[in-house]
């Protein structure tokens, strides 16, 4: 017999993660309270129009984001490639506006130029192929539509001592092997995606939090307006 753990269960997981991810990352703590904040860096003051016709938000796992979305708008795609989400959102009532759809980032079902603004929260930290999945936004958003990334600073000190002192504890409470999932689900480091978002947008509005200035290691969020 050799001395090798398995992999989790990751239907089990995903199961549990969805579970908790609210009252862990929403809810009344402070480390919830903080995250929800955040989606704010690419909403206020970040050079957006007053109104997108179609919104796609990609990755949109529990709609964290949509509540906190300021301009006006007729149709809001929110999609993910995961059926277990697809499932728990379908069983919610949302704006009417709303569309659930279960979608691959890779590989997007809309034709060249033909969304107005791409969300993509806590997204691009988990691809393999960070510069193809980019190229395939940019793909469907039309000329002078904009793409909205939020990333956590990850593997930053400052994300590093907040991950210890928030959802860790939370996470393995739950019996979720919150370490082990984050360090395979977190293939990209914010050192490299911040280097690859500049060379690829040049006309960008970028905000960091809490520090402001750019610096991964002193900062815990990372939220950014492309320009198309």
Same mark, same amino acid.
């Given at each position: ?103 691959s980032g890779a590989r ?5 130029? /033909?969304?107005?603004? &791409?969300? %993509?929260?806590?997204? +691009?930290?988990? !691809? ?54 984050? /360090?395979?689900?977190? &293939?990209? %480091?914010?050192?490299? +995606?911040?280097? !690859? ?19 991964p290691d002193i900062n ?5 307006n492309c320009f198309v």
């Amino acid at each position: 017999m050799k001395n090798f753990v398995e992999k989790p269960d990751w239907s089990n997981y995903e199961e549990n993660w969805l579970a908790n991810y609210d009252a862990s990352n929403y809810g009344s703590n402070l480390s919830a309270r903080i995250l929800r904040s955040t989606h704010n860096l690419v909403e206020k003051n970040a050079g957006l129009d007053d109104h997108y016709g179609t919104i796609l938000e990609l990755g949109v796992g529990t709609m964290a984001h949509f509540g906190c979305v300021q301009h006006g708008f007729e149709r809001y795609i929110a999609s993910d490639h995961d059926p277990k989400v697809i499932d728990w959102l379908t069983r919610r009532s949302w704006d009417p506006r709303v569309e659930i759809k279960q979608l691959s980032g890779a590989r997007l079902q809309f034709e060249d130029d /033909s969304i107005d603004r &791409v969300i %993509a929260t806590h997204v +691009l930290e988990h !691809i393999p192929d960070p510069v193809s999945a980019l190229e395939e936004w940019v793909r469907v958003i039309r000329p002078g539509g904009v793409l909205s990334l939020i990333l956590p600073c990850d593997p930053g000190l400052a994300w590093r001592i907040g991950r210890t002192l928030g959802p860790r504890k939370r996470g393995y409470a739950a019996g979720l092997p919150y370490d082990y999932y984050m /360090s395979v689900e977190h &293939v990209n %480091a914010i050192y490299n +995606l911040h280097q !690859i978002i500049k060379f690829h947008f040049p006309e960008r509005r970028t905000k960091w939090w809490p520090m402001r200035a750019a610096i991964p290691d002193i900062n815990l969020i990372y939220g950014v307006n492309c320009f198309v």
